[in-house]
């Protein structure tokens, strides 16, 4: 398996998890899933932008706003049970790609 595929899966499952987790899985609890979404969703989609210098690139950056969604992850299970399954499940995903860079990067160093 490619680091760079995996962490590509990752980034497009964490961004097809928001729009479940708040309209379908668990919405807020005031009923508003799309300002939820007009608050998570963004993020993930801006390191589209950087996609035209190279994946790997785009991969940095999407890692970089993961740290956040991991955090949002673990509060989210921590204080709504309701919302337990889509959080721990946003907490794998981030952490499946933050790990992931850790493995391109390996692998390049040990590349000659």
Same mark, same amino acid.
């Given at each position: 398996?490619?680091p760079?595929?995996?962490? @590509?899966?990752?980034?497009?499952?964490?961004?097809l998890l928001?729009?479940a987790w708040y309209?379908?899985?668990?919405?807020?609890?005031?009923?508003?899933?799309?300002?939820?979404l007009?608050?998570? @969703?963004?993020?993930?989609?801006?390191p589209? @932008?950087?996609?035209?210098t190279?994946?790997?690139?785009?991969?940095?950056?999407?890692?970089?706003?993961?740290? &956040? *969604? &991991?955090?949002?992850?673990v509060? /989210?299970?921590w204080? *709504?049970?309701? /919302?337990?399954?889509?959080a721990?499940l946003?907490? @794998?995903?981030?952490?499946?790609?933050?790990?992931?860079?850790?493995? /391109?990067?390996r /692998?390049?160093?040990?590349?000659p």
């Amino acid at each position: 398996m490619n680091p760079l595929r995996t962490g @590509l899966f990752a980034w497009a499952l964490l961004v097809l998890l928001q729009p479940a987790w708040y309209l379908w899985l668990a919405p807020p609890a005031n009923g508003n899933g799309l300002l939820a979404l007009a608050f998570t @969703l963004p993020p993930l989609l801006l390191p589209l @932008l950087a996609l035209r210098t190279g994946a790997k690139r785009a991969l940095l950056w999407v890692g970089i706003v993961a740290l &956040f *969604y &991991f955090c949002h992850g673990v509060v /989210a299970a921590w204080v *709504y049970p309701s /919302a337990r399954v889509p959080a721990l499940l946003e907490v @794998l995903l981030c952490v499946v790609l933050i790990a992931t860079l850790g493995w /391109a990067t390996r /692998a390049a160093r040990r590349r000659p």
